[in-house]
């Protein structure tokens, strides 16, 4: 996987992940842990928050878990 250069960040990124329950997750969590070994930028902005559930396409749920766990005030 190839990423765009990433530009300092202002803030803290907070991002969710979603992983389907039944699959087998391990390629998705050893290509998680790659990026964000591999990036001081990832290691020191972001926070990845994961979300095993059965359910498909739930957007606002997936934002509502990054929003919470932010690591600012604002909400």
Known sequence: MTLPPLHTPTGP????VHVT????PSEL???LDKL????PLMKR????????DPFDRQF???RN???FFAR???R
């Not at 329950?21 to 087998?24: C, I, S, V």
């Not at 902005?45 to 095993?52: E, F, G, K, S, T």
């Open 13 to 16: 990124v907070s991002a969710t």
């Open 21 to 24: 329950q039944g699959k087998n």
């Open 29 to 31: 969590l050893a290509a």
């Open 36 to 39: 964000y070994t591999s990036s």
């Open 45 to 52: 902005y972001v926070d990845i928050h994961l979300v095993y």
């Open 60 to 62: 606002n749920m997936w």
């Open 65 to 67: 878990v990054a929003k």
């Open 72 to 74: 600012t005030e604002v």
